[in-house]
């Protein structure tokens, strides 16, 4: 007996001893996890919270959709499709998307000085800045998202390098190629239902050479079109509409002086003089070429349809377009067919003399034209810099005085696309067929 309570005894405490070993053992297990977690936290502190609470706007890859074909007809293509550009003086690119101490005079600074803001006294970054950049560098940008009550962009620095920048510092400009689809489809589905009901298919004609703009009539109807080198036409409830010049438009019936159309571009039908109307060049409801220009994203992407019938993009390109000015007017929006091109257009100062000129122009409403960068004959020493210069200005912000501005080369380019057989030594050209301009 006694011998089975020594066992007894030794049995108890052996069972004492490995309950205590495993409650320390879960125990320190427990504090070694949090310790573990804790040490995970603090060294990715914002970098989880962010994830956590941030709102995605929109994810940017740089490409253009897989369902639309690009066939490069052209070399020298922007390499950013979708970025930011700076639109203060400096801006600071955050590791992260924490607004630091000292923000508001930052901000401040950032937007004054015109010196390098981390040199000549100016004072040091504050921490978290991984770089800063001066008006209008264009950044890669990779996704848009709320956090913490501010707009962010996530980008990719001119290094290589990721991180954020506030929207405050700058504006979003992205290639729509789907968008510009659309538009031509748009285009092909009016020509081919007013031609179908047996609607004859035309163009506008009222341009009249005002580069001066002597006595121009400014006035703007619901649209946001001038009368100045356009129609005005009438609706049936009486309003003034102005057309722009060279607009595609049907002829719904026509009355001794005046023709009913339908515009491409307008959703009402209107009463317009009937000498405004053009059947040169004749519009096929089988045109092949597009230009496309994006006005609130400053670029242009040119489409051909292939064999096949499917519509490719053949070129893309950062540009310019007008704004409302003593010598020029917005760029107008709608659908057009271009009536001639020409090596050399000339432009003018203020007082209407001859200031230099723009190779590789093509007209497309009224004065517009779509052309290479302008040099002045003052410029013509420099001018290599002075094209340099400008073209860094192209896919930022309107600027021309109606015209819509790309580089040099790639004018050249378009206008051999569009005029295949130029007539030798003659400046004005016809395009060897339908070219159409669709700006949005």
Request: aromatic share 12%; glycine share 8%; proline share 5%.
């Given at each position: 007996m006694?011998?089975?309570?020594?066992?007894?005894?030794?049995?108890?405490?052996?069972?004492?001893f490995?309950?205590?070993?495993?409650?320390?053992?879960?125990?320190?297990?427990?504090?070694?996890?949090?310790?573990?977690?804790?040490?995970?936290?603090?060294?990715?502190?914002?970098?989880?919270?962010?994830?956590?609470?941030?709102?995605?706007?929109?994810?940017?890859?740089?490409?253009?959709?897989?369902?639309?074909?690009?066939r490069?007809m052209?070399?020298?293509?922007?390499?950013l499709?979708?970025?930011?550009?700076i639109?203060?003086?400096?801006?600071?690119?955050?590791?992260?998307?924490?607004?630091?101490?000292?923000?508001?005079?930052?901000?401040?600074?950032l937007?004054?000085?015109?010196?390098?803001?981390?040199?000549?006294?100016?004072g040091?970054?504050?921490?978290?800045?991984?770089?800063t950049?001066?008006?209008m560098?264009?950044?890669?940008?990779?996704?848009?998202?709320?956090?913490?009550?501010?707009?962010?962009?996530?980008?990719?620095?001119?290094?290589?390098?990721?991180?954020?920048?506030?929207?405050?510092?700058?504006?979003?400009r992205?290639?729509?190629p789907?968008?510009?689809?659309?538009k031509?489809?748009?285009l092909?589905?009016f020509?081919?239902?007013?031609?179908?009901?047996?609607?004859?298919?035309?163009?506008?004609n009222?341009?009249?050479?005002?580069p001066?703009?002597?006595?121009a009539?400014?006035?703007?109807?619901?649209?946001?079109?001038?009368?100045?080198q356009?129609?005005?036409?009438?609706?049936d409830?009486?309003?003034?509409?102005?057309?722009?010049?060279?607009?595609?438009?049907?002829?719904?019936s026509?009355?001794?002086?005046?023709?009913?159309?339908?515009?491409?571009?307008?959703?009402?039908?209107?009463?317009?003089?009937?000498?405004?109307?053009s059947?040169n060049p004749?519009?096929d409801r089988?045109?092949?070429?597009v230009v496309?220009?994006?006005?609130?994203n400053?670029?242009?992407?040119?489409?051909?349809?292939?064999?096949?019938?499917?519509?490719?993009?053949?070129?893309?390109?950062?540009?310019?377009?007008?704004?409302e000015?003593?010598?020029?007017?917005e760029?107008?929006?709608?659908?057009?067919?271009?009536?001639?091109?020409?090596?050399?257009m000339?432009?003018?100062d203020?007082?209407?003399?001859h200031e230099?000129n723009?190779?590789?122009?093509?007209?497309?409403?009224?004065?517009?034209?779509?052309?290479?960068?302008?040099?002045?004959?003052?410029?013509?020493s420099?001018?290599?810099?002075v094209?340099?210069?400008?073209?860094?200005?192209?896919?930022?912000?309107?600027?021309?005085r109606?015209?819509?501005?790309?580089?040099e080369?790639?004018?050249r380019?378009?206008?051999?696309?569009?005029?295949?057989?130029?007539v030798?030594?003659?400046?004005d050209?016809?395009?060897?067929?339908n070219?159409?301009f669709?700006?949005?």
């Open positions: 006694e011998g089975k309570v020594k066992n007894s005894t030794k049995y108890f405490a052996k069972r004492k490995i309950l205590f070993f495993l409650i320390f053992a879960a125990f320190s297990l427990d504090a070694y996890g949090r310790r573990s977690r804790n040490r995970e936290i603090e060294t990715q502190p914002v970098e989880t919270s962010y994830i956590r609470t941030r709102e995605i706007v929109a994810v940017y890859d740089n490409r253009f959709p897989s369902n639309i074909p690009v490069s052209y070399d020298d293509h922007p390499e499709l979708e970025y930011v550009f639109r203060s003086k400096w801006a600071d690119i955050y590791s992260e998307p924490e607004i630091p101490e000292g923000f508001a005079a930052r901000s401040a600074l937007r004054t000085i015109d010196s390098d803001p981390n040199s000549g006294g100016q040091s970054a504050p921490r978290g800045v991984i770089g950049y001066s008006y560098t264009k950044l890669k940008v990779l996704e848009q998202f709320n956090y913490k009550s501010n707009l962010w962009y996530k980008i990719t620095d001119p290094l290589g390098n990721e991180g954020y920048i506030v929207d405050a510092f700058v504006s979003k992205i290639f729509r789907q968008k510009a689809l659309d031509i489809h748009e092909q589905n020509i081919n239902r007013e031609i179908d009901s047996g609607r004859e298919v035309v163009r506008t009222t341009y009249s050479p005002n001066a703009n002597i006595n009539r400014t006035q703007k109807d619901k649209y946001g079109n001038s009368w100045e356009n129609a005005a036409a009438r609706s409830s009486g309003e003034t509409i102005y057309i722009p010049d060279s607009s595609i438009v049907s002829i719904i026509t009355n001794g002086a005046n023709s009913r159309v339908k515009v491409a571009s307008i959703p009402e039908e209107l009463t317009v003089p009937s000498n405004v109307i059947r004749k519009i089988n045109f092949r070429k496309a220009i994006d006005i609130e400053q670029n242009t992407i040119m489409f051909e349809k292939n064999s096949g019938g499917n519509w490719e993009i053949v070129s893309y390109v950062y540009s310019k377009s007008g704004i000015s003593q010598l020029g007017y760029t107008p929006k709608g659908f057009f067919i271009v009536p001639m091109i020409r090596y050399v000339g432009y003018t203020g007082q209407g003399r230099g723009a190779r590789y122009a093509m007209r497309f409403s009224g004065g517009g034209y779509m052309h290479g960068t302008p040099i002045a004959f003052s410029e013509e420099r001018r290599e810099q094209m340099n210069q400008r073209n860094r200005l192209l896919g930022l912000y309107t600027g021309t109606k015209c819509i501005r790309t580089t080369e790639h004018a380019f378009m206008f051999e696309w569009m005029c295949e057989n130029p030798q030594n003659r400046n050209q016809t395009p060897s067929e070219i159409m669709i700006i949005f």
